[in-house]
């Protein structure tokens, strides 16, 4: 299964926007231009194990705003977000994380003074345990 968050719904450390076209739902977020600004969503999984976050995002800047994943408080990934070429240009940055069952937060936090590229939604996927059958 896969559940869709939007950034609007989310804490969003900046502004929700929706003056940069493509986006879903009713905007995103657009986070101040700092270092640790951030978006944070909340998400509940049925089952411990490991998932799949997209978070899907326009970058019409020419450089990278890097960032860390965290879960719970946690840095667990990084991801680049390099530039789409237009802030109206959305493309997908994916990773994937071990997550407890129940609720967790799921925080990306800009690692360059740029802030985050505009963030439009999460979706999760995945989940449940995988085991080694030998026969
Ligand atoms: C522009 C753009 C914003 C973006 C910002 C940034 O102002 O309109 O949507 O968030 O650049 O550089 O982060
Ligand atoms: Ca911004």
Do not use: K, M
């Given at each position: 299964?896969?559940?869709?968050?939007?950034?609007?719904?989310a804490v969003c450390?900046?502004?929700?926007?929706?003056?940069?076209?493509?986006?879903?739902?009713?905007?995103?977020?657009n986070t101040t231009?700092?270092?640790?600004?951030?978006?944070?969503?909340?998400?509940?999984?049925?089952?411990?194990?490991?998932?799949?976050?997209?978070?899907?995002?326009?970058?019409?800047?020419?450089?990278?705003?890097?960032?860390?994943?965290?879960?719970?408080?946690?840095?667990?990934?990084?991801?680049?977000?390099?530039?789409?070429?237009?802030?109206?240009?959305?493309?997908?940055?994916?990773?994937?994380?071990?997550?407890?069952?129940?609720?967790?937060?799921?925080?990306?936090?800009?690692?360059?003074?740029?802030?985050?590229?505009?963030?439009?939604?999460?979706?999760?996927?995945?989940?449940?345990?995988?085991?080694?059958?030998?026969?």
């Amino acid at each position: 299964t896969q559940t869709r968050y939007e950034a609007e719904n989310a804490v969003c450390d900046g502004t929700i926007d929706s003056n940069h076209a493509g986006f879903s739902g009713t905007g995103f977020c657009n986070t101040t231009n700092a270092t640790g600004s951030y978006v944070e969503w909340t998400v509940t999984v049925p089952a411990a194990g490991s998932y799949t976050l997209a978070f899907r995002y326009a970058n019409g800047s020419t450089s990278g705003r890097r960032a860390d994943v965290r879960i719970g408080g946690t840095a667990t990934a990084q991801l680049d977000f390099p530039p789409t070429g237009a802030w109206t240009q959305w493309s997908t940055a994916t990773t994937t994380a071990t997550l407890p069952a129940g609720t967790s937060r799921i925080r990306v936090a800009a690692l360059t003074s740029g802030g985050t590229a505009n963030l439009d939604r999460l979706d999760l996927s995945g989940g449940g345990t995988s085991t080694i059958v030998d026969v």
